[in-house]
């Protein structure tokens, strides 16, 4: 694959989510300053675990379609045909258990309500990540970029009026029915227009069983990766209480938020690593050391700076309610460098046919997860819950690593060099941006650490003009990556 369609893959999909998270994360912020923390634990409970059983629709359908797509664009049709009608028994399936566990788990109706609005936007999801995963497989991610961007907009324009009309919180889930329901028919409608691909619902017992062979570990890695993903959020909401959820909600939605980086990324360099490991090895090894690299130096400062600057973000978007997301905040932004550096992990592992290498990881990943939160949610609440999230990803990261050594020799060296470069500058960032922190609003501080950051990575020879020159080419002139 050239570098050119892996930037501008990149580049539409990271704009739009740029986009994206940024009306999300004031839409979110507008959400908790109107409902308050219970309401907002009720909230954000309903929404993740919908988003928990919403894995079970899909049961790993959607990545084999962008494998097998790219591999053999020609039978595009029957694959996505075919996933559309399992797709449709399955998610009439799982809504009916999302129903059933709830009143057995004894909510109270207002949050039993919620979950059964939630769960009708997630089924709209599914299918709807089943066409775009037809445009990832012919590598054309503009289409999905630009349904993003628009389906953030329609959910934060029906939330505010939502919120201006002052109706009941299950009002609150409208947004996302609308949202959802645009962004499956733009999606459907642009299969047919822009692939030409005449698709139907069928059920083609061949094709199933080829796609449910290779979908089995995207699966399982799913499953696992949602479990550890919500199973906080659920856990405090059953053994703490609503409130717990409302403060590490707002906790976690900024490192969540900024997952976009790696998430635009990662699925660009998907089916990229997917041929090189077929073709071409050397560019496979030079293409993981590079994004690496890059993630890197991104995400230490990113991290570092907001872990520092945590109290003023709070107090500034949320308000003295929500103070006890402080410190969870911090413990998750630690977390965060490890969540961005296990993205073109995972993807080299799909992509390069280990899949059940991968499977078993996250699978061990998430049964440490659970047991962690366990354990350590009665006694630290939402601290706890940050602390289990911090340890599962550095957990993660490290396993991944050795695994990924067996399938290219990547370069410990570039990596050691650029994380020890990274954390020499962000020492110096931090250290100016905690001496001017009771003079300057952190907005500003964070345009002082930046400009601070990256002087320093130049000096130390972290970042180099050969580095920017390279990036440049790529993302102006396109030459091959």
């Given at each position: 694959?050239?570098?050119?369609t892996?930037?501008?893959?990149?580049?539409y999909?990271?704009?739009?989510?740029?986009w994206?998270?940024?009306?999300?994360?004031?839409?979110?912020?507008?959400?908790?300053?109107?409902i308050?923390?219970?309401?907002?634990?009720?909230?954000?409970?309903?929404?993740?675990?919908v988003?928990l059983f919403?894995?079970f629709?899909?049961i790993?359908?959607?990545?084999?379609?962008?494998?097998?797509?790219?591999?053999r664009?020609?039978k595009?049709?029957e694959f996505?045909?075919s996933?559309?009608?399992?797709?449709?028994?399955?998610?009439?399936l799982?809504?009916?258990?999302?129903?059933v566990?709830?009143?057995?788990?004894?909510?109270?109706e207002?949050?039993?309500?919620?979950?059964y609005?939630?769960?009708i936007?997630m089924?709209?999801?599914?299918?709807?990540?089943?066409?775009?995963?037809?445009f990832?497989?012919?590598?054309?991610l503009?289409?999905?970029?630009?349904?993003i961007?628009?389906?953030?907009?329609?959910?934060v324009?029906?939330?505010?009026v939502v919120?201006?009309?002052k109706?009941?919180l299950?009002?609150?889930?409208?947004?996302?029915i609308?949202g959802?329901?645009?962004?499956?028919?733009f999606?459907g409608?642009?299969?047919?227009?822009?692939?030409k691909?005449d698709?139907?619902?069928?059920?083609?017992?061949?094709v199933l069983?080829?796609?449910?062979?290779?979908?089995?570990?995207f699966?399982?890695?799913?499953?696992?990766s949602?479990?550890?993903?919500?199973?906080?959020?659920?856990m405090?909401?059953k053994l703490?209480?609503d409130?717990?959820?409302?403060?590490?909600?707002?906790?976690?939605?900024?490192?969540?938020?900024?997952q976009?980086?790696?998430?635009?990324?990662?699925?660009?360099i998907?089916?990229?690593?997917?041929?090189?490991?077929?073709h071409?090895?050397k560019?496979?090894?030079?293409t993981?050391d590079?994004?690496?690299?890059?993630l890197?130096?991104?995400?230490?400062?990113?991290?570092?700076?907001?872990a520092?600057?945590?109290?003023?973000?709070?107090?500034?978007f949320y308000g003295n309610?929500?103070?006890?997301?402080?410190?969870?905040?911090?413990?998750?932004?630690?977390?965060?460098?490890?969540?961005f550096?296990n993205?073109?992990?995972g993807?080299?592992?799909?992509?390069?046919?280990?899949q059940?290498?991968?499977t078993?990881l996250?699978?061990?990943?998430?049964?440490?997860?659970?047991i962690i939160?366990?354990?350590?949610?009665?006694?630290?609440?939402?601290?706890?819950?940050?602390?289990?999230?911090?340890?599962?990803?550095?957990?993660?990261?490290?396993i991944?690593m050795?695994?990924?050594?067996?399938?290219?020799?990547?370069?410990?060296?570039?990596?050691?060099?650029?994380?020890?470069?990274?954390?020499?500058?962000?020492?110096?960032?931090?250290?100016?941006?905690?001496?001017?922190?009771?003079q300057?609003?952190?907005?500003i501080?964070?345009?002082?650490?930046?400009v601070v950051?990256?002087?320093?990575?130049?000096?130390?020879?972290?970042?180099?003009?050969?580095?920017?020159k390279?990036?440049?080419?790529?993302?102006i002139k396109?030459k091959?990556?």
């Amino acid at each position: 694959m050239q570098g050119e369609t892996v930037t501008k893959n990149t580049t539409y999909l990271t704009g739009s989510y740029i986009w994206q998270k940024i009306l999300s994360f004031f839409y979110f912020v507008l959400i908790a300053r109107f409902i308050g923390v219970e309401d907002l634990g009720k909230y954000t409970f309903a929404l993740s675990y919908v988003t928990l059983f919403a894995v079970f629709v899909d049961i790993g359908l959607t990545q084999s379609l962008i494998r097998e797509a790219a591999k053999r664009k020609e039978k595009a049709k029957e694959f996505i045909s075919s996933v559309l009608g399992m797709k449709l028994i399955f998610s009439g399936l799982v809504y009916a258990l999302v129903v059933v566990l709830v009143n057995l788990m004894g909510y109270p109706e207002v949050t039993k309500n919620l979950v059964y609005v939630a769960g009708i936007a997630m089924i709209f999801d599914q299918f709807t990540a089943s066409f775009w995963g037809v445009f990832r497989g012919f590598q054309n991610l503009k289409y999905e970029a630009i349904s993003i961007a628009i389906n953030q907009v329609i959910i934060v324009a029906v939330g505010v009026v939502v919120i201006y009309l002052k109706l009941p919180l299950i009002y609150l889930m409208l947004p996302f029915i609308c949202g959802s329901l645009f962004s499956l028919l733009f999606a459907g409608i642009s299969v047919r227009k822009a692939l030409k691909i005449d698709f139907s619902v069928m059920l083609s017992k061949e094709v199933l069983k080829f796609l449910f062979k290779i979908g089995i570990p995207f699966a399982l890695i799913a499953i696992f990766s949602r479990v550890y993903g919500y199973i906080d959020s659920i856990m405090l909401s059953k053994l703490i209480g609503d409130k717990a959820v409302g403060w590490y909600s707002v906790a976690m939605k900024i490192p969540f938020a900024l997952q976009f980086i790696p998430a635009a990324l990662a699925a660009a360099i998907f089916p990229a690593f997917s041929r090189y490991y077929l073709h071409d090895k050397k560019q496979l090894k030079f293409t993981f050391d590079r994004v690496m690299k890059f993630l890197v130096i991104i995400v230490v400062p990113i991290s570092i700076g907001v872990a520092l600057l945590a109290r003023p973000i709070i107090l500034f978007f949320y308000g003295n309610e929500y103070l006890p997301s402080v410190l969870p905040l911090q413990i998750l932004m630690l977390g965060l460098i490890f969540v961005f550096l296990n993205f073109p992990l995972g993807s080299l592992l799909n992509g390069c046919d280990r899949q059940v290498a991968n499977t078993v990881l996250v699978g061990i990943t998430m049964v440490f997860n659970v047991i962690i939160n366990i354990f350590i949610i009665p006694r630290y609440s939402f601290t706890g819950a940050a602390i289990a999230f911090l340890i599962s990803h550095t957990f993660l990261f490290f396993i991944s690593m050795v695994v990924a050594r067996k399938i290219i020799p990547y370069s410990k060296f570039l990596l050691l060099k650029t994380i020890f470069q990274s954390f020499i500058s962000v020492l110096v960032m931090a250290a100016v941006i905690y001496y001017l922190m009771a003079q300057l609003h952190f907005t500003i501080l964070i345009l002082v650490g930046g400009v601070v950051y990256i002087t320093t990575m130049f000096i130390t020879r972290g970042l180099t003009q050969k580095d920017i020159k390279y990036f440049i080419e790529v993302l102006i002139k396109k030459k091959h990556a």
